[in-house]
Nanobody
Framework: QVQLVESGGGLVQPGGSLRLSCAAS????????MAWYRQAPGKERELVAD??????TYRDSVKGRFTISRDNAKKTLYLQMNSLKTEDTAVYYC????????????WGQGTQVTVSS
């Protein structure tokens, strides 16, 4: 079955950087659009960035700071996050986009990103 395993989160100071990874298995990774989502405490899950082929789109609040990329040979999705802000604090998940904050497959455990001084 499809499995998504996120990693790379942690505690970082404002202005810092992190690189998240998402290892996918159980599907033909290369044919799917993929996305990063995040969910902060008490809030709905939101789409952060998605990549279809070589085209990436971002929510306005992360444009210019985050970069989504993928390695189809490794079945891995990445999110490079620079100039992190406290409002980026959330659990980050990957999935294939299915509209709104929904994903096509069962959610992984996510990876916690905490931006704090």
């Amino acid at each position: 079955q499809v499995q998504l395993v996120e990693s790379g989160g942690g505690l970082v100071q404002p202005g810092g950087s992190l690189r998240l990874s998402c290892a996918a298995s159980g599907m033909l990774f290369s044919i799917y659009a993929m996305a990063w989502y995040r969910q902060a405490p008490g809030k709905e899950r939101e789409l952060v960035a998605d990549i279809t082929g070589g085209t990436a789109t971002y929510r306005d609040s992360v444009k210019g700071r985050f970069t989504i990329s993928r390695d189809n040979a490794k079945k891995t999705l990445y999110l490079q996050m620079n100039s992190l802000k406290t409002e980026d604090t959330a659990v980050y998940y990957c999935n294939a986009p299915a509209g709104g904050g929904n994903g096509l497959w069962p959610w992984g455990q996510g990876t916690q990103v905490t931006v704090s001084s």
